[in-house]
């Protein structure tokens, strides 16, 4: 039996780390810290968060909880030891920072399976299987041996995306379908202004709240990925005489030519998801529902995920990447974490468990396997293989990444509810009939 080999101790590298250990197959896990530190981390323990300390809502009910739970199916170490260190934080599960680390990292130290080499990893190296776990700081010279490897055009640097909202939160009787600046399928969502409500809109949005910059990120943008509220502030008809232009698109209700509009693009084939075109932004999360609710038909809409403009190294995985997190060219080679385009520690976790689970068994000389669709990793895997268009934005778990059901009643609740039924039974099933951990 070969060994794992694995570069990257966070979220991600941990689960790869945990779960091929507990199937039985060695590990060899490279972290950086603490001889190199990142712009970001303060300390050398694995699984330090960075961020925000909070994992999301801890509800079964919700998107980030059906992912904790099917984890948690899985065998993961993350949320147990969350749950371990948690501290009052209302529905969300949060954590002492530094005491959940100490003990993610003491439990992999002693884990007579996992050989942990504190050194810096430069370049990919030959020893297969190997997963590549190094986050959205991944250093300098090992992304650019990613870049050589991958082609530069599929390794992003900076993440500009715009908010995602749940199709089924648009009012539709305030929005119209058509095409994009008169050109192929009327596929489209458009959210058409009145002169009174574009310049609400745009007041709003040139005093709206920004996230500060970090120190090691730079305020300087490609004219594509120019955060929406900056474009506001070069003058009031700035954004209607460019990205919210109403080129050729006539309010079938009216009849008439809007004053302005802001079109919605679907983000999955089975359109359950659309991003607000052209509006990546680094309004803080409260002020983009905020604004972004003035816009008609976006009145009480649901955000799946919200715009972001800052430094984010990730793959173009949906041309490079299997389901199985395999990269197409060498599928004794994975990568996972945010590095491919999952956004936010349990989706990173979790994206670390199945290419530990898939590597461990090219190790043990069985075929990769894929969690169902119906599941919420399944389909966080499906989103960032199959993604369709070309400018690839990451994402974190909702509801939109499902497939609804057949027959799905009208009520949006009922849907999810059937859902969730849904995912926990393909899981159990995937477990029992699949794996015997």
């Not at 509800?59 to 371990?84: D, F, N």
């Not at 609710?293 to 949906?318: C, I, K, M, W």
Request: with cysteine.
């Amino acid at each position: 039996m070969s060994r794992v080999t694995i570069i990257g101790g966070g979220f991600a590298g941990v689960e790869a780390a945990w779960m091929a250990a507990r199937m039985g197959v060695p590990v060899r896990l490279y972290e950086m810290r603490p001889h190199k530190m990142t712009p970001a981390h303060k300390t050398g323990w694995l699984a330090e968060l960075v961020c925000s300390n909070s994992f999301k809502s801890m509800l079964p009910t919700t998107p980030a909880g059906l992912l904790k739970w099917e984890m948690e199916q899985l065998g993961s170490i993350v949320i147990p030891t969350a749950r371990e260190f948690a501290v009052p934080a209302g529905e969300a599960l949060a954590v002492n920072r530094e005491p959940f680390a100490q003990a993610i990292t003491a439990r992999l130290e002693s884990h007579p399976l996992i050989e942990i080499i504190r050194e810096e990893v430069t370049d990919i190296p030959d020893d297969r299987p190997l997963i590549i776990a190094t986050g959205p700081l991944t250093s300098e010279p090992l992304a650019n041996a990613i870049a050589r490897l991958t082609g530069r055009q599929h390794l992003y640097f900076y993440d500009a995306v715009s908010p995602i909202v749940d199709a089924s939160s648009v009012n539709y009787e305030r929005v119209f379908f058509g095409s994009r600046r008169e050109k192929g399928d009327p596929a489209y969502i458009n959210c058409p202004f009145t002169q009174e409500e574009y310049e609400q809109f745009w007041q709003a949005l040139v005093s709206a709240e920004r996230v500060p910059l970090h120190d090691f990120e730079e305020p300087r943008f490609f004219e594509g990925c120019v955060p929406i509220e900056e474009l506001a502030e070069r003058g009031k008809d700035t954004l209607r005489f460019g990205p919210l232009k109403p080129v050729g698109l006539i309010d079938p209700r009216t009849g008439k030519r809007p004053y302005a509009v802001l079109q919605l693009r679907p983000e999955n084939n089975e359109r359950t998801l659309y991003s607000l075109v052209a509006c990546q932004t680094r309004l803080k999360w409260s002020e983009q529902r905020r604004v972004f609710r003035l816009v008609p038909g976006l009145e009480n809409a649901e955000f799946v995920r919200y715009g972001v403009v800052h430094r984010n190294t990730y793959l173009d995985s949906p041309r490079l990447l299997m389901p199985t997190l395999q990269f197409r060219e060498d599928t004794r080679l994975f990568f996972a974490g945010q590095l491919v385009g999952v956004e936010g520690y349990i989706e990173s976790a979790a994206s670390g468990m199945i290419a530990g689970l898939n590597a461990a068994r090219l190790a043990e000389g069985k075929p990769p396997l894929t969690p169902p669709r119906e599941t919420m990793i399944g389909s966080l895997l499906h989103y960032i293989a199959t993604y369709p268009h070309p400018d690839f934005p990451p994402m974190n778990a909702n509801w939109g990444l499902l497939p609804e059901p057949e027959g799905a009643p009208k009520d949006r609740e009922l849907r999810r509810q059937l859902k969730l039924q849904r995912a926990h039974k393909a899981l159990a099933e995937f477990i029992s009939r699949s794996l015997a951990l």
